[in-house]
């Protein structure tokens, strides 16, 4: 599905839009629609850990999200090989609003988060069946 980006994407200020697609209950990637050489892994973090936060009143806005959207949310993550040793940035997850197409990344405060870090390798975690 593609989605019409609302809130930059961290040094990928130019990406408008992307596309979406989902591998598996795990994993996802995004490619931009301007530029098909850049592209993200992406890991859903309910599957990894306990992931909660707050979304800020502006961000809701921005991305058009009230209490009846459908919301995804993923991270980036940076592949390893092993897989084990990719990590993941747990402090500015991506948030789509599969109802209206858009989507963000938003930028999470460290010292109100801090359970999550920048790079945290995905092998420390264990899937959550």
């Given at each position: 599905m593609t989605y019409q980006v609302k809130t930059e994407i961290l040094g990928f200020e130019d990406i408008k839009s992307v596309?979406?697609?989902?591998i598996d209950e795990?994993?996802?990637t995004i490619k931009s629609e301007n530029d098909n050489s850049?592209?993200?892994s992406l890991v859903n973090p309910y599957l990894l850990r306990e992931y909660s936060f707050d979304l800020s009143?502006?961000?809701k806005v921005l991305l058009e999200i009230d209490e009846s959207s459908n919301v995804l949310i993923y991270n980036i993550m940076v592949v390893q090989n092993?897989?084990?040793e990719s990590k993941v940035n747990f402090l500015?997850?991506?948030i789509f609003n599969k109802d209206k197409g858009l989507m963000g990344q938003v930028v999470l405060r460290a010292s109100?988060?801090?359970d999550f870090g920048l790079a945290e390798s995905i092998g420390?975690?264990?899937k959550v069946a």
């Open positions: 596309e979406f697609s989902e795990l994993f996802a850049i592209s993200f009143k502006s961000a092993p897989l084990d500015a997850p991506l109100e988060n801090p420390s975690f264990k």
